[in-house]
């Protein structure tokens, strides 16, 4: 059984940035592909980006493609996201997840097998 628990969220100024890393443990880390999800209020939660199990592919929602990074550190058992240029339709709870599928982890929440239970990111204007 994996564990996740996300940190780094908080309220930041429209143009801001923000690191958002998500430890794992409980499981062989480099065994999983991660990504990262976001819900905002009222809405499904949506694919934000994706990593392979070495960091050597990674994968983006076109709304963040740009402005957001995902990275790996398997030496920490961490995943990270970095946002920058942040705008306020950015506000969202942050889900870090991981998958069995450590080369294709994906875009669909149905291929993710383990979840944290989120960090809230607030964009003012």
């Known amino acids: 059984q994996v564990q996740l628990v996300e940190s780094g969220g908080g309220l930041v100024q429209a143009g801001g940035s923000l690191r958002l890393s998500c430890a794992a443990s409980?499981?062989?880390?480099?065994?999983?592909?991660m990504g990262w999800f976001r819900q905002a209020p009222g809405k499904e939660r949506e694919f934000v980006a994706a990593?392979?199990?070495?960091?050597?592919?990674?994968y983006y929602a076109d709304s963040v493609k740009g402005r957001f990074t995902i990275s790996r550190d398997n030496a920490k058992n961490t995943v990270y996201l970095q946002m920058n240029s942040l705008k306020p339709e950015d506000t969202a709870v942050y889900y870090c997840?991981?998958?069995?599928?450590?080369?294709?982890?994906?875009?669909?929440?149905?291929?993710?097998?383990?979840w944290g239970q989120g960090t809230q990111v607030t964009v003012s204007s």
């Open positions: 990593i392979n199990w070495s960091g050597g592919s990674t």
């Open positions: 409980g499981g062989t880390f480099s065994n999983y592909g």
């Open positions: 997840a991981a998958t069995r599928l450590p080369n294709r982890p994906g875009r669909d929440t149905k291929n993710y097998d383990y």
